[in-house]
């Protein structure tokens, strides 16, 4: 296994877990008997955990090498779903989910990074297709969890996981490319950047994983609750958009050589806002799910773009632009989720999903941003 393909295995399994956290969510709300508004508080503990681990592990990143981060944020985060599955109450609940995020977060930085080093080590863009191995897993955990969820119980549920998780571990990690800083190396200066450059990507990559959270979240909720749907259907939603997700990805990469970063981000967020409208207005599960996985097809590339411009920021190291575009794109993905929460009390998911097609035109506007993620120019 080549240090391309050991840090595309943790992009896999940790799109996996998070998979595997879709379908959980209305059988936590089933097991605890709490409203729509409750669960909001619990996705956002996911979110705020993230939030505030995802800097340590940002700090580790600079001052010791992604290697070493996210192999610690590995190992922590792997028992998570069976920690939330045996949590009694409420509360244990959240506090769980407080930890998981956390350490979710930590991993999704460190191998971000490690991404970044992999790219700079073979001089060629592999982002796209890292983040399809992410959608890959996380279409697996996705339309796998409901079955298993039905057919063995939460608890087990949660064990096969594990396992799973574990297993690629043991095989990927020693792979990694290392890129720790050499002895005597001058320390990384760990200050905020001053280029309102990052900050823009940033807030491109906000806008666009807004979304790509609120499917994740809340598809299986709106589905169920507001459709009818079984829970293995329910599942489908965010499964159809992973799904999508990952085969664009993978032809992320291609596409950009071709057309060029700004144009494809352009078309993205294009489709993206058209598969929001058709989730938004669908009032059966069929063409609901049909809308996610279009918006899956948009939102594919969005975020690889991102975090690829902010790793070529000129005049900026890879590592600071990364680190503040990561951070705002997962709180997006994070934070905002758990808001819909309280939303959908009052609006239906459905209006929540056609208001969110409007978000896109942020991303739309700041397209020319993207000119930096293009390792070569797009032919002509």
Same mark, same amino acid.
């Given at each position: 296994?080549?240090?391309?393909?050991?840090?595309?295995?943790?992009?896999?399994?940790?799109?996996?877990?998070?998979?595997?956290w879709?379908?959980?969510?209305?059988?936590l709300m089933?097991?605890?008997?709490?409203?729509?508004?409750?669960?909001?508080?619990?996705v956002?503990?996911?979110?705020l955990?993230? =939030?505030?681990?995802?800097?340590?592990? !940002?700090a580790? &990143? %600079?001052?010791e090498?992604? +290697?070493? @981060? #996210?192999?610690?944020?590995a190992?922590?985060?792997?028992?998570?779903m069976i920690?939330?599955?045996?949590?009694?109450g409420y509360w244990?609940?959240?506090?769980t989910?407080? =930890?998981?995020?956390g350490?979710?977060? !930590?991993?999704? &930085? %460190?191998?971000?990074?490690? +991404?970044v @080093? #992999?790219?700079?080590a073979?001089?060629r863009?592999?982002?796209?297709?890292?983040?399809g191995?992410?959608?890959?897993?996380a279409?697996?955990g996705?339309a796998?969890?409901?079955?298993?969820?039905?057919?063995?119980?939460?608890?087990?549920? %949660?064990?096969?996981?594990?396992?799973a998780?574990g297993?690629?571990?043991?095989?990927?990690?020693?792979r990694?490319?290392?890129d720790a800083?050499?002895?005597?190396a001058?320390?990384?200066?760990?200050?905020?950047p001053?280029?309102?450059m990052?900050?823009?990507i940033?807030?491109?990559?906000m806008?666009?994983?807004?979304?790509?959270?609120?499917?994740l979240d809340?598809?299986?909720?709106y589905?169920?609750?507001?459709?009818?749907?079984?829970?293995?259907?329910?599942?489908?939603g965010f499964?159809?958009?992973?799904?999508?997700m990952?085969?664009?990805?993978?032809?992320?990469?291609?596409?950009?050589?071709?057309?060029?970063?700004?144009?494809?981000?352009?078309v993205?967020?294009?489709?993206?806002?058209?598969?929001l409208?058709?989730?938004?207005?669908?009032t059966?599960?069929?063409?609901?799910?049909?809308?996610f996985?279009?918006?899956?097809v948009?939102?594919a590339n969005?975020?690889?773009?991102a975090?690829?411009?902010?790793?070529?920021?000129?005049?900026?190291?890879?590592g600071?632009?990364?680190?503040?575009?990561?951070?705002?794109?997962?709180?997006?993905?994070?934070?905002?989720?758990?808001?819909?929460g309280?939303l959908?009390?009052r609006?239906?998911?459905?209006?929540?999903?056609?208001g969110?097609?409007t978000?896109?035109l942020?991303?739309?506007?700041l397209?020319?941003?993207?000119?930096?993620a293009?390792?070569?120019?797009p032919?002509?």
């Amino acid at each position: 296994m080549t240090m391309r393909w050991a840090v595309s295995a943790l992009f896999l399994v940790n799109g996996l877990l998070i998979g595997s956290w879709a379908p959980k969510i209305p059988v936590l709300m089933e097991r605890l008997g709490i409203t729509e508004a409750s669960a909001g508080v619990i996705v956002l503990g996911l979110g705020l955990g993230s =939030l505030c681990v995802m800097p340590l592990f !940002g700090a580790m &990143v %600079a001052r010791e090498g992604s +290697a070493s @981060a #996210v192999r610690l944020a590995a190992w922590l985060v792997a028992p998570s779903m069976i920690w939330i599955s045996l949590a009694p109450g409420y509360w244990t609940v959240v506090a769980t989910v407080v =930890l998981f995020g956390g350490m979710v977060g !930590g991993m999704d &930085v %460190a191998m971000n990074a490690n +991404a970044v @080093a #992999v790219e700079r080590a073979r001089g060629r863009a592999i982002m796209s297709s890292c983040h399809g191995f992410w959608s890959v897993g996380a279409f697996a955990g996705a339309a796998a969890g409901g079955w298993l969820i039905h057919r063995f119980g939460e608890l087990a549920h %949660a064990v096969i996981i594990t396992m799973a998780f574990g297993v690629v571990l043991v095989g990927a990690l020693p792979r990694l490319l290392h890129d720790a800083p050499k002895a005597g190396a001058p320390k990384v200066p760990l200050r905020l950047p001053r280029s309102p450059m990052p900050w823009l990507i940033g807030l491109m990559a906000m806008a666009a994983m807004i979304p790509e959270g609120a499917i994740l979240d809340w598809a299986a909720v709106y589905l169920q609750r507001e459709m009818g749907a079984s829970l293995s259907v329910a599942g489908l939603g965010f499964a159809a958009c992973a799904g999508t997700m990952a085969v664009m990805r993978f032809l992320g990469d291609g596409l950009r050589r071709r057309f060029g970063a700004v144009a494809t981000l352009r078309v993205s967020a294009a489709v993206a806002m058209a598969g929001l409208v058709l989730a938004g207005v669908s009032t059966v599960p069929v063409p609901a799910i049909a809308g996610f996985a279009l918006a899956g097809v948009g939102v594919a590339n969005m975020v690889p773009i991102a975090f690829s411009a902010a790793g070529n920021v000129p005049g900026l190291g890879a590592g600071v632009g990364l680190s503040v575009v990561t951070m705002m794109g997962y709180s997006g993905i994070l934070l905002a989720p758990g808001s819909i929460g309280f939303l959908a009390e009052r609006l239906s998911l459905g209006t929540i999903y056609l208001g969110l097609a409007t978000l896109l035109l942020i991303p739309l506007a700041l397209a020319p941003l993207a000119r930096t993620a293009d390792f070569q120019p797009p032919d002509t």
